[in-house]
T-cell receptor, first 112, second 116 residues
Framework: GQNIDQPTEMTATEGAIVQINCTYQTSGFNGLFWYQQHAGEAPTFLSYNVLDGLEEKGRFSSFLSRSKGYSYLLLKELQMKDSASYLC?????????????FGTGTRLLVSP | DTGVSQDPRHKITKRGQNVTFRCDPISEHNRLYWYRQTLGQGPEFLTYFQNEAQLEKSRLLSDRFSAERPKGSFSTLEIQRTEQGDSAMYLCASNSEGLRIYNEQFFGPGTRLTVL
């Protein structure tokens, strides 16, 4: 089966940098997604990694190491609006066509 | 592109009643997914359609749950004889092979179900 772990909660200060880690165990890895979800709203796509390395998109970067089953999401120049849950999700082709398996999410609180 | 829409946004029902939710995916998307999310948890996969064919169902989807996508466009999720444990946010997502580099799923705003 799959097991995806990420911290439950993190706090950071406006303007700072925060790294949210995600570890996973899966047999048919076919990509890792990060989604942002504000309270009561739909998850929105942030980033995707399928090869090892760093993907950068503005203030957000995501890293993947397939051999270690590890990813992180890096948020720079934090803003108050970044307070949200960040969901790590793995696409596992062995368990189904295209479903995503999500972690529990990391709730990030950005304070002034 | 108006995004994925879901209706209703909120539903309160009594235990034992039947409820039905609707999802309208992004128009050019042929894949549609249903997920369930409880407080403090990530979304859990329920079922997946490619066009009108239901290709995968989670074991979370008991026989009280049924989903359809009759014409390969909108989908409905019905829960019969609701139980308090069914209280959750029901999320719909859609995508289509080849339209986006990452084939990411686009999520709707969800239907929040409360079973009293």
């Amino acid at each position: 089966g799959q097991n995806i772990d990420q911290p439950t909660e993190m706090t950071a200060t406006e303007g700072a940098i925060v790294q949210i880690n995600c570890t996973y165990q899966t047999s048919g890895f076919n990509g890792l997604f990060w989604y942002q979800q504000h309270a009561g709203e739909a998850p929105t796509f942030l980033s995707y990694n399928v090869l090892d390395g760093l993907e950068e998109k503005g203030r957000f970067s995501s890293f993947l190491s397939r051999s270690k089953g590890y990813s992180y999401l890096l948020l720079k120049e934090l803003q108050m609006k970044d307070s949200a849950s960040y969901l790590c999700a793995v696409r596992d082709m062995n368990t189904g066509f295209q479903k995503l398996v999500f972690g529990t999410g990391t709730r990030l609180l950005v304070s002034p | 592109d108006t995004g994925v829409s879901q209706d209703p946004r909120h539903k309160i029902t009594k235990r034992g009643q039947n409820v039905t939710f609707r999802c309208d995916p992004i128009s050019e998307h042929n894949r549609l997914y249903w997920y369930r999310q409880t407080l403090g948890q990530g979304p859990e996969f329920l079922t997946y359609f490619q066009n009108e064919a239901q290709l995968e169902k989670s074991r979370l989807l008991s026989d009280r749950f049924s989903a359809e996508r009759p014409k390969g466009s909108f989908s409905t999720l019905e829960i019969q004889r609701t139980e308090q444990g069914d209280s959750a946010m029901y999320l719909c997502a859609s995508n289509s092979e080849g339209l986006r580099i990452y084939n990411e799923q686009f999520f709707g705003p969800g239907t929040r179900l409360t079973v009293l």
